[in-house]
């Protein structure tokens, strides 16, 4: 791949030393609106109805809306978000004329997506190479006979997390007609630590945390989320706190700016102040990539010291033995696990010391009322549920689940990724009404678990994926393992990509390769009833209609619910009762039946779900019913704190190396160079690390190195080469990189146990001084 930044003189690494928020933000706000061609007065008219009653809901992340949003309920990074998808420029026929797919396999991934919006439907022709234009007809139909050609479980149909909860729900209905559960979601590479670790917890796959109880909490954890990047909207409700008081301690290898320092750009007054705005963490823990579970359990443990002292003394307990005894199971073995592992240990995994994990299990026992927040830097670990379930436990000990004011909240990713696994796109047959389903569209759906993220992977090399269906998403080039997958993927019969922008992923050939182009959620979307609404579940598990307005780029794009109605009656017409159509032509009707489907969660699914600040699903953790095999609470032990076997702890050569996203880009959707709150400008093939190790290595600032996979698994991979050595703030043995740029050497075995998410957080590297340096 060609590197990622060409004009070396644009390059500046300095420290940003401003709050997130900001001037900054809004200067890079406008900057992008200009780079898209789009006129200032336009830019303001999306954004103002920005995660509104009757506007539309932001494509970026998934960060709750509020009933009474402020005047502008939009970040630095959904105004990008919604420029990137709104551009002027277009990736139309003529594009696709000038250049052949081998000469754009050599376009980074900023320059492909931003030729712009796809514009017709295409198909690729391996005889000259080019992609070439189809009519939808043809295209449906090709596809159908296709499939219908292929052993069903073959064929991976995957969702990346942006698509509706109509499209979604549609989505699965036509795998599973046709006969498929693979249905992986980017949540696979995700969330799914959560998905797995929660419901084994506390009975709901889902965190319990509303935004209300921002306003109630008096104590706020903050581990492994990267709130000023990934989900600035945030930054409001744990300001507001901060304002109260109220501690947020945080737990991230790297001092992410956003965690420091914010300044509201909602709030004139704090804008034009000079101060520094608002300090937001007021405890920062460095923990070692992959050491959370031993720092949780050494908070876990103090607080059992603390409990046992008070009970020596007569004093007041520490634990909540109320709650535990009426709601919880396995307290017992917990405490077992907890007395039987060593501080010695403890410090070694998480690299903090005994008396700041102390420190923060005095602050915990001496709160009523505490809230968890989690991301990446807890599920993208070979212990990632373990993890989860560790917080859980800790939660547990004194009450703090499903009361106002406290909870678990893990921040979720694709601004609709956990509503798509609520409406049934799942590998996981246990996770879906299937028995509902065949009964409300006589059909026999698949009882067969299928393929997760990695399975697709392992099935794309070794041969036994046939086809790959994409709604959404950049798969290879977010999965693990770049180089083996997209060889490998050559080899399919059919390879169809649903989707608003060109990136790699569409690049990659196989003997039958079509790009569908669609809406997006931002478009307006006209079908036989008018014009339609849409619905996505945020993190907070509300469900919010959204309305787009723009008009469309080109008038041959379909919506999403179209073009999966035309691929299933082209594919699966006669073999259940569907009325594909009919939702086509009215997504309410789309609704009813998610709500026949799934009475519990979404009863009167059409009558609520314009209302301000969503409906909430039924939680039952939330009111303190747990939905689990026991009926109970569980305090589930780790079994030992032995991280990850390919985390450094003793092996001197071996880096542990973080996967990060920039601030500047979505995912694989890079918008530009600039990682501002890191200060790291005009490049992204960069590798941060540790003073200390550079002296150990010899490196300087500036210095460009090679990383090599240390997986240990005697598959040859290329090494990534010229990277920067940016000096960074993060503990000794850890360095950190982009994603996806260093995707190619992260090992596919390489994942969290239970839940198969790649480790992205945890990747063993070699670091060596690129030749030329
Ligand atoms: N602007 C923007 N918004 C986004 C996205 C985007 O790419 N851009 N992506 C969306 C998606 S799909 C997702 S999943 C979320 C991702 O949002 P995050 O969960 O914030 O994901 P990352 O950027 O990968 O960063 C993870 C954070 O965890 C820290 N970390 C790494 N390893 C560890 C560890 O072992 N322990 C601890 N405690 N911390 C660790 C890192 O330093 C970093 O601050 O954001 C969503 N929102
Ligand atoms: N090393 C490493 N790897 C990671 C991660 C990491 O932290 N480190 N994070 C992982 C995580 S958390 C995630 S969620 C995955 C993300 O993996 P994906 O969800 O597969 O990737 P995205 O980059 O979000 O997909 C971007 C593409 O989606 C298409 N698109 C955008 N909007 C729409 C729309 O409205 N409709 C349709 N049909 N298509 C649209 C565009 O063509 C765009 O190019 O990556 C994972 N990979
Ligand atoms: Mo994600």
Not at 86 to 113: I, K, M, P, S
Not at 568 to 577: E, N, R, S
Not at 611 to 618: L, W
Not at 638 to 655: C, E, H, I, M, S
């Amino acid at each position: 791949m060609k590197r990622a930044e060409l004009d070396e003189g644009s390059i500046r690494i300095e420290p940003y030393k401003h709050p997130t928020g900001g001037w900054g933000s809004l200067r890079s706000i406008i900057g992008k609106a200009e780079a898209e061609g789009m006129i200032r007065s336009t830019v303001w008219n999306q954004l103002r109805r920005q995660n509104k009653p009757e506007g539309v809901m932001c494509v970026s992340c998934s960060w709750a809306k509020p009933k009474k949003p402020h005047e502008f309920e939009f970040c630095e990074n959904g105004a990008k978000a919604t420029l990137w998808e709104q551009t002027r420029h277009r990736c139309d026929a003529g594009f696709f004329v000038e250049h052949t797919v081998t000469e754009l396999l050599e376009w980074n991934d900023y320059d492909l997506e931003r030729t712009g919006r796809l514009t017709e439907p295409m198909k690729y022709n391996p005889a000259s190479d080019h992609y070439e234009p189809i009519s939808w007809s043809q295209a449906f139909r090709e596809i159908g006979e296709t499939l219908n050609t292929l052993e069903p479980t073959s064929v991976i149909f995957y969702a990346s997390g942006r698509a509706s909860l109509e499209t979604s729900h549609m989505y699965q209905l036509l795998a599973r007609i046709y006969g498929s559960q693979n249905l992986p979601d980017s949540s696979n590479m995700c969330h799914e630590s959560t998905s797995v670790g929660l419901p084994k917890s506390i009975g709901s796959p889902v965190g319990t945390v509303q935004l209300e109880d921002f306003e109630e909490t008096d104590m706020i954890f903050f581990i492994g989320h990267n709130v000023g990047t990934n989900a600035p909207r945030m930054l409001h409700p744990l300001q507001a706190a901060r304002k109260r008081g109220v501690p947020l301690v945080t737990f991230n290898p790297l001092k992410e700016r956003g965690l420091m320092r914010f300044k509201s750009p909602q709030n004139p007054m704090e804008m034009l102040s000079p101060g520094e705005g608002t300090e937001m963490s007021s405890d920062y823990y460095q923990v070692r990539s992959g050491g959370d579970l031993a720092a949780l359990t050494g908070i876990a443990k103090h607080v059992l010291e603390m409990d046992d002292k008070a009970s020596a003394e007569g004093g007041r307990r520490v634990i909540d033995y109320a709650f535990v005894e009426e709601h919880t199971s396995g307290f017992e073995a917990f405490c077992a696990y907890l007395r039987e592992t060593g501080w010695e240990e403890i410090e070694k995994q998480s690299g903090l010391h005994r008396d700041d994990l102390v420190h923060v299990a005095k602050l915990y026992a001496s709160k009523e009322r505490v809230i968890a927040n989690y991301g990446m830097g807890i599920t993208q670990h070979r212990r990632g549920v373990a993890t989860v379930q560790m917080l859980c436990n800790l939660l547990l000990m004194r009450g703090n689940i499903g009361k106002t004011g406290a909870g678990i909240s893990p921040v979720r990713g694709h601004s609709n990724v956990q509503g798509q696994r609520t409406v049934g796109i799942s590998e996981k047959p246990e996770l879906v009404p299937l028995d509902k389903l065949k009964e409300l569209y006589e059909f026999e759906p698949p009882r067969e678990k299928g393929r997760d993220t990695v399975e697709s992977c392992e099935g794309i090399i070794d041969g036994s994926v046939k086809a790959f269906i994409g709604l959404g998403g950049n798969f290879s080039r977010a999965v693990p393992e770049t180089e083996r997958v997209e060889t490998a993927w050559r080899e399919l019969d059919l390879h169809v990509q649903i989707a608003t922008k060109l990136n790699r992923n569409h690049l990659l050939a196989s003997k039958a390769t079509y790009l569908l182009p669609c809406l997006g959620r931002m478009d307006r979307d006209t079908q036989e009833s008018g014009d339609q609404w849409v619905s996505i579940e945020d993190s907070t598990a509300n469900i919010h209609g959204s309305f787009g307005s723009h008009p469309p780029v080109s008038d041959m794009l379909l919506s999403e619910p179209k073009i999966v109605a035309e691929i299933a009656k082209a594919t699966v017409g006669g073999k259940a009762k569907v009325p594909w159509d009919e939702w086509v032509g009215d997504y309410a009707k789309v609704r009813d039946a998610i709500e026949r489907a799934y009475p519990r969660d979404f009863a009167q699914f059409n009558e609520r779900f314009r209302k301000a600040g969503g409906f909430h699903r039924d939680i039952a953790a939330c009111r303190r019913e747990w939905r689990t095999e026991n009926g109970k609470a569980n305090f589930i032990a780790p079994g030992g704190l032995d991280a990850d076997p390919n985390v450094n702890t003793d092996r001197k050569n071996v880096f542990t190396l973080i996967t990060l996203r920039s601030n500047d880009q979505f995912n694989t959707t890079v918008y530009g160079y600039n990682d501002r709150l890191r200060g790291i400008n005009g490049t992204r093939m960069i590798v941060m690390m540790n003073t200390g190790d550079m002296a150990r290595m010899g490196v300087s600032a500036g210095d460009e190195v090679d990383l090599h996979a240390a997986a240990d698994d005697g598959i040859e991979r290329k090494p990534v080469e010229r990277l920067r050595v940016v000096p960074y703030a993060l503990p000794a043995g850890d360095c950190a990189g982009y994603f996806p740029e260093l995707n190619s050497l992260i090992a596919l075995s390489h994942h969290a146990l239970e839940s198969h998410v790649p480790a992205g957080k945890s990747v063993p590297v070699k670091i060596v001084k690129s030749a030329s340096a």
